[in-house]
């Protein structure tokens, strides 16, 4: 029988989720049809309620609806509470739990695909926003020795690290975050109006540095990166497609390989 999944946003014409889905959907050998929805910005709720009412199986939520989609869920798994974000709802007999599957997708980009382990190492993120939220819980259960959440608003770091409530979180002002980390992630959302974060950039030396962002819109930040002499700078696409993986395996019980399709993405220059 045909299964029906779909990616919520606004906008969603540039959403790789259809072409991620159906992707792994040949791989594993089922039947999918994966649509994206335009849902107008303050009719989410209606969006949801019809797309399952007409029987559809599982959603993705993208930018702006992931905590309204965290409201609108019966249950939650703890990544998507300590997030107080859903990227993704699966039903099952008429109930909707929500998930956050973008920790996960970052940290399986980071050690599956890129071998990187986090184990024991000095962690650095750059943001204090939405996606931080969803990726700060699974960062700290891989075992970092520390985390510092730098933020552009410091308040908002202090915040967050408030929510977690853990010894080796650390918030820090992002012009001055400190120096010697293993790895720099950046979650910042700059890069999308083609901005750089206003930092220091001897807090990039000798780091793995990775942006959650892809695509051109990674260009500034990762070039920026290079020229401050990191010798290895990642874009977010792996993390993209990883966190599609897991909601595909919550939606339909099978992990797809995401190394496979990442790569085939990269061939296409995406
Ligand atoms: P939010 O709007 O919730 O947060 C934005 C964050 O970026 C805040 O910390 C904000 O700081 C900071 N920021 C924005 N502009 C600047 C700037 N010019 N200089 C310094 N800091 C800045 O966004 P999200 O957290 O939802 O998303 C962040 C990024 O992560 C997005 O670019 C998104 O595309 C990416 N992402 C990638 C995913 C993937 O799968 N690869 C998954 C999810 C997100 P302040 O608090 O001071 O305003």
């Known amino acids: ?27 594993v050998g089922i039947e999918l049809q994966y649509d994206a929805i335009l849902s107008p910005l303050d009719g989410v709720v209606g969006t949801l309620n019809s797309f399952f009412a007409s029987g559809g199986l599982g959603v ?6 992931k905590e309204v989609a965290f ?3 019966s249950s939650r798994d703890a990544y998507a509470g300590a997030a107080g974000a859903v990227n993704t709802i699966v039903a099952t007999n008429g109930i909707h739990r929500g998930y956050n599957t973008d920790g996960i997708g970052l940290i399986n980009d980071l050690t599956t695909n890129l071998g990187c382990s986090l184990s024991g190492k000095r962690l650095l993120v750059l943001g204090a926003g939405g996606a931080v939220r969803g ?4 960062l700290l259960g891989s075992s970092p020795s520390c985390v510092v959440i730098a933020n552009r608003t410091v308040a908002r770091a202090r915040e ?35 901005e750089l974060p206003n930092m220091d950039g001897s807090a ?8 959650m962002v ?12 290079i020229q401050m002499g990191v010798a290895r700078v990642v874009d977010g696409l792996g993390m993209l497609v990883e966190q599609a993986a897991e909601a595909f395996r919550l939606f339909h019980g099978m992990r797809p390989d995401g190394a496979v399709v990442l790569r085939t993405l990269r061939a296409r220059s995406v």
């Open 71 to 73: 409201g609108w869920v």
């Open 214 to 225: 892809y695509g051109a819109n990674a260009r500034v930040f990762c070039a920026w990166a």
């Open 60 to 65: 993705n939520v993208t930018v702006p609806f």
């Open 1 to 27: 029988m045909m299964r029906r999944c779909a990616v919520v946003g606004n906008p969603i014409a540039h959403s790789l989720s259809p072409t991620i889905h159906r992707m792994f959907a040949s791989q």
């Open 135 to 138: 990726i700060v819980g699974p």
């Open 204 to 211: 990039l030396r000798g780091s793995l540095v990775y942006d």
């Open 160 to 194: 967050l690290i408030e929510r977690f409530e853990d010894p080796r979180l650390v918030a820090a002002n992002l012009e001055r975050p400190g120096e010697a980390f293993d790895v720099v992630i950046n979650g910042t959302s700059a890069g999308l109006t083609g």
